[in-house]
C-alpha cells in the first residue's frame, strides 16, 4: 500500500556544464507525483500549453508528468547551470495542489525568498541522507502554501486595488477574518465588494469563505499531520466542536470518518 503522508519521493542538487544535453518533454512521462523545481544559477527555458518562458536564478516552477509542457535545452545549454528539485507524493497532495492552481493561475516561474530556497535545501539534504524518512508532511505543506503565496504576489501587483481585495478575498480565505476591512483597504463599500465579488464568481463572499476553510480542512485532515483542534485554529474556527459540526452540516461526515477516508 502507497504511504498516504506527504514525502519526498526523490530530490536532488543538479549541476550542468555548459554544452550539456538537458531536455525534458513531460506530456509522456508517468507518474502521480508533483514535482517543484528552482533555478539556483543560470536560466532555463521552459514551455507550458505551448507559452514559452525563461525560468531565471532565484525562481521556481512546479509541474507534474503526464502535463503537456517540457523545459531544457534541445542543443545544450549554453552556460552552466545548477538546478534543486524535489517530487513529492502522498494522500491528498494532487487535490490540494489543484486547489491551489484554479485559486492562483499558472505561473512559468516565480521569484522566491532566500528563506523559503533554503527551506527546499534543507529538505533535499535531510532527504538524500535518508531516503525513507516520512515526517516531512508539516514543512512540505509549508514550503507548499509559501510557493503558492508568492506566485499570488506576484500576479497582484498588476491588479487594482478592488481587484487585488476580490483576488485576495478568493485566493487566501484562511486570511480573511474581516470583510468590511477588507473593502476598506480597496477604497469601496463592503456591498460593492460583495456584489463584484458574486458577478466575478457567481457565490457570495460569506458562503465563498465557509466553503473553502471546510475544504481546506478536509485535506489538512488526510495529511494526518495535525489535530483536529490545530486545524480548527489553522481553519478558522473557534473550536474542535464548531470545525466538526460544520464538517457534519457539509459532508455529513465527522473528522474521524474524513481522516479515514
Not at 134 to 140: E, N, S, T
Not at 241 to 260: D, F, I, M, T
Request: charged content about 20%.
Amino acid at each position: 500500500m502507497d504511504d498516504p503522508r506527504w514525502h519526498i519521493v526523490m530530490g536532488q542538487h543538479q549541476q550542468l556544464r555548459p554544452g550539456e544535453h538537458y531536455h525534458w518533454d513531460n506530456a509522456p512521462r508517468q507518474g502521480d507525483g508533483l514535482i517543484l523545481k528552482l533555478v539556483q544559477r543560470g536560466s532555463l527555458p521552459v514551455i507550458i500549453e505551448g507559452q514559452a518562458a525563461q525560468v531565471a536564478a532565484g525562481e521556481a516552477w512546479h509541474f507534474r508528468h503526464g502535463e503537456t509542457s517540457s523545459y531544457g535545452f534541445r542543443q545544450g545549454a549554453p552556460e552552466g547551470l545548477e538546478l534543486s528539485w524535489i517530487s513529492l507524493a502522498g494522500a491528498g497532495l494532487q487535490e490540494h495542489w489543484n486547489w491551489l492552481s484554479q485559486r492562483r493561475g499558472r505561473q512559468p516561474g516565480c521569484a522566491m525568498e532566500g528563506a523559503w530556497m533554503n527551506a527546499l535545501n534543507a529538505l533535499i539534504d535531510a532527504h538524500l541522507a535518508d531516503p525513507h524518512r516520512r515526517d516531512q508532511g508539516p514543512q512540505l505543506l509549508q514550503l507548499i502554501m509559501a510557493y503558492a503565496q508568492a506566485q499570488s504576489s506576484n500576479r497582484q501587483q498588476r491588479l487594482s486595488p478592488l481587484q487585488r481585495a476580490l483576488l485576495r478575498l478568493r485566493e487566501e480565505p484562511l486570511g480573511v477574518s474581516d470583510i468590511s476591512g477588507l473593502a476598506r483597504a480597496a477604497g469601496v463599500s463592503r456591498e460593492h465588494l460583495s456584489r463584484s465579488f458574486q458577478l466575478a464568481y457567481g457565490e457570495a463572499p460569506a458562503r465563498w469563505l465557509m466553503r473553502s476553510r471546510l475544504e481546506h480542512a478536509r485535506r489538512l485532515l488526510l495529511i494526518g499531520a495535525q489535530s483536529v483542534a490545530e486545524i480548527a485554529h489553522l481553519c478558522g474556527f473557534s473550536s474542535a466542536a464548531v470545525l466538526a459540526r460544520a464538517l457534519r452540516q457539509h459532508y455529513g461526515k465527522g473528522p474521524r470518518a474524513l481522516r479515514e477516508g
